[in-house]
């Protein structure tokens, strides 16, 4: 919350990046210093004793009538001061658990899906963006999260925020970003062979230029579409079943698609256009081609127009001659 606090990467823990990890960190070290002041005390007047009384001549151990008899007092102390202690770590614990839990009401919500093995973010204004979650720096942000397979697991570090991603239920978390930069988002729960290269970046920007990011639709400046495209089919992992060399896979060749007759697995026949498309992207059971399996995910909602445009500039360019595929150009 104030400049100090934003920095701190201290001996023990990872820098501070929100709100929450000050919190967190505060909690972390009353424990850590109550146990130490602690485990000195122990330590110190054990070994003081041990030397004390060590074995030497002209000092036998005490006969059971000289022996200390009980006192009131040392075991009244030995039972209240374990106790307020442990009452103070229960409420800066829970005082800081609750923070964590609770987000504040105007938080933006951000839904996130994690699916073997990537993280999907949807923002409220329709943005979603793949492997990068990009938030705004002071504003508290609420992250809805499901799971489209088996246990994840959200974490980031310098938030000091981790949460598992359940297939079949939401969990949320929450944070309150308080520097501007990039940091790591993992996946900590082992969800197969692709878990260790389950890693998005968290990117956290002033509120300016996060409003500019979302207005632009995920656009990149200066990049022809047809290459925002081939970053997107590989980004949103539509190579793993559709090649661009003409092999088939689990779904059909991209290249020299576009502009050409498809022949439906109904026995209909359609020409590959830029609507055709558009439906097999975001409805694929729409059209589902002759000889293959309709399996392929919806993408309904995942992409918006800026993006479905570049996936269709790209697949147009393995056409050749910017999507004429040896016919008259209809669509225009
Ligand atoms: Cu997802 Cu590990």
């Known amino acids: 919350m104030s400049e100090g606090t934003g920095a701190g990467a201290t001996l023990w823990m990872p820098e501070q990046i929100s709100s929450g990890a000050v919190e967190a960190d505060f909690a972390w070290n009353v424990v850590l210093w109550v146990a130490t002041v602690l485990f000195a005390l122990v330590m110190g007047a054990m070994i003081y004793l041990v030397w004390r009384y060590r074995r030497r001549p002209g000092h036998g151990p005490a006969s059971a009538a000289e022996a200390p008899d009980h006192s009131g007092k040392v075991e009244l102390l030995w039972t209240a001061a374990p106790t307020l202690i442990v009452i103070v770590l229960f409420f800066v614990g829970f005082r800081g658990f609750l923070g964590l839990s609770v987000a504040p009401a105007e938080a933006a919500e951000i839904n996130v899906t994690a699916e073997r093995w990537l993280w999907t973010f949807s923002y409220p204004e329709g943005m979603t963006s793949v ?79 996060y409003d500019e990011w979302l207005q632009s639709g995920g656009q990149e400046e200066g990049v022809p579409a047809a ?68 399996v392929m995910p919806v993408f309904k909602g995942l992409l918006n127009q800026a993006q479905l445009d570049a996936l269709i500039a790209y697949v147009k360019s393995l056409s050749g001659e910017g999507g004429e595929g040896g016919k008259k150009g209809e669509g225009q």
């Open 131 to 209: 492997n990068e979650l990009r938030v705004p720096v002071g504003k508290p942000v609420k992250l809805v999260m499901s799971s489209k397979d088996v246990i994840h697991s959200f974490f980031v570090p310098e938030l000091r925020v981790k949460r598992d991603v359940l297939p079949g239920r939401y969990t949320t978390v929450w944070f309150e970003p308080t520097k501007t930069g990039e940091w790591d988002l993992l996946c900590t729960e082992y969800c197969g062979t692709g878990h260790s290269a389950m890693l998005a970046k968290l990117v956290v920007q002033e509120p300016k230029a």
């Open 227 to 294: 290459e925002q495209g081939k970053r997107l089919f590989s980004k949103m992992a539509c190579n793993t079943c559709h090649t661009i060399d003409g092999a088939a896979s689990t779904g059909p060749t991209l290249k020299g698609l576009f502009g050409h007759e498809v022949k439906l697995a109904n026995g209909e026949r359609v020409e590959a256009d830029e609507n055709y498309l558009r439906e097999s992207i975001t409805n694929p059971a729409g059209k589902v081609v002759q000889g293959y399996q309709p």
